[in-house]
């Protein structure tokens, strides 16, 4: 049974930094590649970030370029999605998922391929 649990959310004012992180269990962790999603209230969920399964490739929504970083160590089953200067649109539940196949990476963020979701954190951004 594979278990992906996000922690981390909460609330913060414009300009802030938060950091989002992800474990997993039942699933060889270094083996897949990850992804966090965003929901906000009344949208669809969009792809934010993306990470290959070793973390030598990254991918990133045009609106989070240059102040959001995901990484991955591998040593402690953790995703990390740090959020800096963080805006009012940025508010959503934050879904952390891994692609549904072990060794598969693309930087296209697409739901689709990604089988395993947390149930999600909320993040809130103050204006």
């Known amino acids: 049974q594979v278990q992906v649990v996000e922690h981390g959310g909460g609330l913060v004012q414009a300009g802030g930094s938060l950091r989002l992180s992800c474990t997993t269990s039942?699933?060889?962790?270094?083996?897949?590649?990850m992804g966090w999603f965003r929901q906000a209230p009344g949208k669809e969920r969009e792809g934010v970030s993306g990470i290959s399964l070793g973390g030598s490739k990254t991918v990133y929504a045009d609106s989070v370029k240059g102040r959001f970083t995901i990484s991955k160590d591998n040593a402690k089953n953790t995703l990390y999605l740090q959020m800096n200067s963080l805006k009012p649109e940025d508010t959503a539940m934050y879904y952390c998922?891994?692609?549904?196949?072990?060794?598969?990476?693309?930087?296209?963020?697409?739901?689709?391929?990604?089988?395993?979701w947390g149930q999600g954190t909320q993040v809130t951004v103050s204006s």
């Open positions: 039942g699933l060889s962790f270094d083996n897949y590649a």
């Open positions: 998922a891994a692609r549904s196949y072990a060794g598969t990476w693309s930087y296209r963020l697409d739901e689709a391929d990604f089988a395993y």
